[in-house]
T-cell receptor, first 115, second 114 residues
């Protein structure tokens, strides 16, 4: 069974500082990995997706994530935080469920950006 | 193009009642999935439908049921509501049910059970 662990339920950074949100996964097959962002009282917005090939994935709003198979990690980074980045971030792994496709999510990391 | 839409936005029910939540997928998408997000947690998978057939079911009681219509829209039904059913219910659509297909989420329906 697949599982996702996000280290740090809350992360606080200063505006302009590096953002690093950690995600580790377990999967019995080569995974598809996703990062989603959720702003208050909204649904989930796709930031980026890892399929196969290049291990560094670029997403929207300046975010990127690096797939490291040996560490079973898929950490999300952004070089310079902006106030508008304050939100909840979820890492997810795609898993086969019966005949379909389900997402297994981590518990989320709330990013706070200080002025 | 319109994204995934869900209705209603908010809903308040009392214990024991029944609720129906609705979802319209992105145009051209044939698969709809439902997730429950309890406050402070990540979403949990409930169902996936593709071409009107159930393709996956999460670890939820039989009080939860769903269906998909010929136009690919979907309904999630919950019977005999419990306080613990209070959550944000998210609908996601994807082109197919294939492993790894990207799922795009709607804004959710906030259900409060009193």
């Amino acid at each position: 069974a697949q599982s996702v662990t996000q280290l740090g339920s809350h992360v606080s950074v200063s505006e302009g500082a590096l953002v690093l949100l950690r995600c580790n996964y377990s999967s019995s097959v080569p995974p598809y990995l996703f990062w989603y962002v959720q702003y208050p009282n909204q649904g989930l917005q796709l930031l980026l997706k890892y399929t196969t090939g290049a291990t560094l994935v670029k997403g929207i709003n300046g975010f990127e994530a690096e797939f490291k198979k040996s560490e079973t990690s898929f950490h999300l980074t952004k070089p310079s935080a902006h106030m508008s980045d304050a939100a909840e971030y979820f890492c997810a792994v795609s898993a086969r469920n019966n005949a379909g496709n389900m997402l297994t999510f981590g518990g989320g990391t709330r990013l706070m950006v200080k002025p | 193009d319109a994204g995934v839409t869900q209705s209603p936005t908010h809903l308040i029910k009392t214990r024991g009642q029944h609720v129906t939540l609705r979802c319209s997928p992105i145009s051209g998408h044939k698969s709809v999935s439902w997730y429950q997000q309890v406050l402070g947690q990540g979403p949990q998978f409930i169902f996936q439908y593709y071409e009107k057939e159930e393709r996956g079911r999460g670890n939820f009681p039989d009080r939860f049921s769903a269906r998909q219509f010929p136009n690919y829209s979907s309904e999630l039904n919950v019977n005999a509501l419990l306080l613990g059913d209070s959550a944000l219910y998210l609908c996601a659509s994807s082109l197919t049910e294939r492993f790894g297909d990207t799922q795009y989420f709607g804004p959710g329906t906030r259900l409060t059970v009193l």
